[in-house]
């Protein structure tokens, strides 16, 4: 199972940024997908998630409206697009994998099987 995540850097606030999770073909098919994020001094939060069907996307309040999580199901790859950045958005952001999750259960960060290494995003005021 290997789930890697890339695109993290250092951004001006209002800048861009666009994360990627290559995923191996294993660990892509049928999973449903989400981006969390840790903080300094902060506990890992949700961000987004897509379906692996339909491409149902959920997103938190607190990026909505700023960031896209979209998938490649050809390159077994999940993007996180975030645009408008705020130096609240600091953090590491890890991509995940969920092969049985429901319902709004796929906010949950305990229902995901398996886990990236992190990409540092760092937004500068």
């Known amino acids: 199972v290997q789930l890697q995540a890339s695109g993290g850097g250092l951004v001006q606030a209002g800048g861009s940024l666009r994360l990627s999770c290559a995923a191996s073909?294993?660990?892509?098919?049928?999973?449903?997908m989400g981006w969390f994020r840790q903080g300094p001094g902060k506990e890992r939060e949700f961000v987004a998630a897509?379906?692996?069907?339909?491409?149902?996307?959920y997103y938190a309040d607190s990026v909505k409206g700023r960031f896209t999580i979209s998938r490649d199901n050809a390159k077994n790859t999940v993007y996180l697009q975030m645009n408008s950045l705020k130096p609240e958005d600091t953090a590491v952001y890890y991509c995940a994998a969920a092969t049985r999750v429901t319902g709004r259960d796929i906010l949950l960060p305990d229902m995901y099987d398996h886990w990236g290494q992190g990409t540092l995003v760092t937004v500068s005021s």
């Open positions: 073909r294993r660990t892509f098919s049928s999973s449903d």
């Open positions: 897509i379906r692996w069907s339909a491409g149902i996307t």
